[in-house]
């Protein structure tokens, strides 16, 4: 069919994924084996990295047309802002998503959307290269790319995140110690009993001292 006269439908493709979900909803699995139930898990994982990918690849898309709101007749202040009020997302989450989504398809992050876009990275991973790379020039992301791309391939978000603070100190000494001060200054964790008993927490910790207290606060913030 001649590609001038025809595009593909707003719901084209997604029809066909969302069948694929609904067949995914109705299998019977419980004849399969404890390996093959373990494949499955990861294997659905990486799809699901792989789907986050397109869609940030989209939404960068969407961002560079300024056509957040259009969806409704109605342009929205900003993309995220539209993710907010649309999608319901934090706001930190609607941002760190417009900005990841910006770096790795409008901005020098080339290697990273593919290797997300393949499967190799998690949305995790790449939202730490986003953020880290953030405030460097950009001809030092470029050049350091690969090599973040491949420790990125062998270490968890909160490693790699040790990684590029790494490279923002021999790229930008003065900066990196002038944000690292900041933060030193900020961290904190504050607690508080509440009227009915319970207690309050609130507070900003470095990423791998949060880690730790999520671990131990996790079994206790389950419901009875």
Known sequence: MDSNTHSAGPSEGLAALA?????LATQDLTGLTDAARAERVLGLRRLLDRLEGHWLQELAAVDARGAAGA???QPA??????LRARLRMGAGAA????RTARALFRGPLTQTATALTDGQLSPAHASV????THELPAQVTVEAEPVLVEAARRLDPP????VIGHLQLVADPDGAQAKAERHQQR????????LEGMVAL???LEPEAGQTLLAALEPLARPP
Not at 187 to 194: D, I, N, S, V
């Open 202 to 204: 609130d507070g900003l």
């Open 159 to 162: 490693r790699l995140r040790r």
């Open 71 to 73: 969806d409704h007749g």
């Open 129 to 132: 290269l986003a953020a880290g």
């Open 19 to 23: 069948a694929t979900l609904e067949g």
């Open 95 to 98: 941002h760190g998503n417009v």
């Open 77 to 82: 202040g900003s993309t995220a802002s539209w």
């Open 187 to 194: 961290r904190g964790l504050w607690l508080a009993p509440t």
